[in-house]
């Protein structure tokens, strides 16, 4: 089986090795340069990526969870890899409310790693992740998402660095923006990028890009760099949450903090 015969690097892109694993029902962690697939009989249970917004960000950035209390959940189960059923079981969470958080944040990081989808680093089998069983996804239904959020994106505008290059405010008229959109383009300010905006705004990745992308079409945003950013360094499949921040972090300081903690890992 694939799952114990897999070199540390294969040729194969990452999303036909998923279908692969899903037809064998495996369980593991399947490392990309982009991010963390994990598996669970063949099933995505929760995908990582460095330059998406985490699970935790998410919630406590929103306010749906303080900060002590995401903390607290994984200081008591992340070794056993129950921190969502120990949020919901606490009653700091309803079990919808972590499902729904849990499934955008999700599907914003396998957009990231098949948006890059080249071979696969590595697939450990029996890794899990310290969040736990919160809400599985089958593999054909994230490779389809994927893609449709793809192609949505490159109706919108097709040039992919506004995805992840810095981005910078160009002269305009601004008076019938839409709230959302309004409220995304003052975040843009020449450094942050659209995962960074996304952080400060306390919203997924994707809808920030879609908002994005129409102000690139607008001819409002455009990419500081003409090429993209470059790949992040993989992050370990090892179960175990980035350490504790003594204050709340600025979203850039948050993503080379969890970068810091992956190169640490390996």
Do not use: K, N
């Not at 696969?120 to 996804?137: K, N, Y």
């Amino acid at each position: 089986m694939i799952a114990s015969a897999l070199t540390p690097r294969t040729d194969e892109p990452a999303s036909a090795l998923l279908g692969t694993l899903a037809a064998e029902r495996a369980s593991g962690a399947l490392s990309t340069e982009w991010g963390i697939f994990y598996l669970s009989s063949g099933h995505v249970v929760h995908v990582e990526s460095a330059v998406t917004a985490d699970l935790g960000d998410l919630l406590t950035h929103s306010g749906a969870l303080a900060a002590d209390g995401w903390w607290q959940a994984i200081d008591q189960a992340g070794r056993g890899c129950r921190v969502g059923r120990q949020l919901v079981d606490s009653g700091q969470l309803t079990t919808g409310a972590l499902e729904l958080c849990h499934l955008g944040a999700l599907f914003d990081a396998a957009y990231f790693v098949l948006a890059h989808d080249g071979p696969a680093l590595r697939f450990r089998p029996g890794v899990t992740h310290w969040l736990g069983a919160v809400r599985s996804v089958p593999v054909d239904t994230v490779l389809r998402e994927s893609r449709r959020r793809r192609e949505l994106l490159h109706r919108i505008w097709p040039e992919p660095a506004i995805d992840l290059a810095p981005l910078a405010r160009v002269r305009g008229d601004t008076v019938d923006l839409p709230a959302r959109r309004g409220r995304t383009l003052a975040q843009v300010d020449g450094v942050r990028t659209a995962a960074q905006i996304a952080g400060a705004l306390a919203c997924r990745t994707f809808h920030t890009l879609v908002e994005l992308r129409r102000l690139a079409a607008a001819g409002l945003v455009v990419p500081v760099a003409p090429t993209p950013a470059p790949a992040p360094a993989p992050a370990s499949a090892e179960p175990g949450p980035a350490p504790r921040p003594a204050a709340p972090d600025e979203p850039d300081t948050a993503l080379l903090r969890r970068l810091l903690h992956a190169l640490e890992a390996l």
